[in-house]
C-alpha cells in the first residue's frame, strides 16, 4: 500500500510527533522513509523554544541522528535536506514530493511561522491543495516518542455518500484490512440549525418540507450505509457504521473520542469556503478539535 513514506522536519520535539505514525505505518507496510528539512529563509534563532537550524550541515547532522532513533530501527531511512532557503514552504514540500515520489506525506500540526506552522489550515493543506498525495496529520502527544504501535483498534471513515468523494474509502479499507482492526463508517446529514446557503433559505421558506426531506436523507444514510457494510465485510473487513445528525465536523470529532479511533481517513478538495460536505471547510475544523490522526486523501476534480 505505502511503499514510500515522506517526513518533514523542522528541528523541533513538536515536528518529531509525526514519527511515530509513520514508522508505524512504515514496518506495517514496509516502506523506506525520507526525513527532509528545507532551510527557511531568515530564519529565527529559535523554533519552539528550540535551537533553529540555521544550516546545511547542522540539518543534515540533525536528520541522521533523527534517524538513527531507534522507533525507526529496522526501515530504509533516507534524509535529504533542501539547501536554498525557501519562503513557500509548502510549494517547497509539493515539489519535492513530486521529486521523490512519495504515496504518503505525514507531518505535524504545531506552532507559528514559516516553516515550523506544519498546521492542517496552513502548510499541510496547501500541500493537499497543489499536490496529490495524500497527507496523514498528527497532533503532538506524550506517546510520540514511544515505539511504533503494533496493533490498532478501529479506523474512522466518515463519507457523504457522493461516488465522486469515495476515493478514501479504498485506503481506509486496506489499512482496516492491513491493521486487522475495525473499520467504522459513518454518514453526518444535518439538522435544520446546520444549514446554510441555499439550503437554509430554502428551509426557512419551506421548514417543513425541509424537515421531512432531511429525515429522509438520514433514513437513506443509513440504508446506503448498510450497503457498504455489507460491501466490505464480504471482502474480510470488519466494518461496522452509524449515521449522525449535526455538525459534520463536530460530530467526527465527538465519535472519533468515543471509539478511540486509531486513525480518521477522509477525502478533501483541500480547499475551504464552502458549503458542501467534502470540502477542506470540514476537514481543519476536525484537525483542530481531534486528537485522532488524520489521513486525509485529496479529491480532484
Known sequence: MFRHILVPLDGSRLAESALRMAATLAKRFKASVTLIHLLEKDAPAEVHRERHLVSAGEASE???EVAGLSMLAGLRVTTHVHESAVIDVAGSVTQHSDELA??????????RGGARRLLFGDIAQQVIARGTTPVLIVRPSHAAYQEPASDWRTILAPTDGDPSHEKSLPVAVDLARSFRCRLHLMMVVPTMGELSGVPAAVSLMLPAATR????????????YLAVKRGEMEHAGVNASSETSRGDPAR???????RLSADLVVMGTHGRAGTDAFW??????????????????????D
Open 279 to 300: 470540502t477542506g471547510s470540514v476537514a481543519p475544523q476536525v484537525v483542530a478539535r481531534s486528537r485522532s490522526p488524520l489521513l486525509l486523501v485529496p479529491l480532484k
Open 62 to 64: 540533525y536528520l541522521q
Open 102 to 111: 512519495p504515496d504518503l506525506i505525514v507531518m505535524s500540526t504545531h506552532g
Open 212 to 223: 421531512i426531506k432531511l429525515e429522509m436523507d438520514s433514513a437513506g444514510a443509513t440504508d
Open 251 to 257: 460530530a467526527i470529532v465527538k465519535a472519533a473520542r
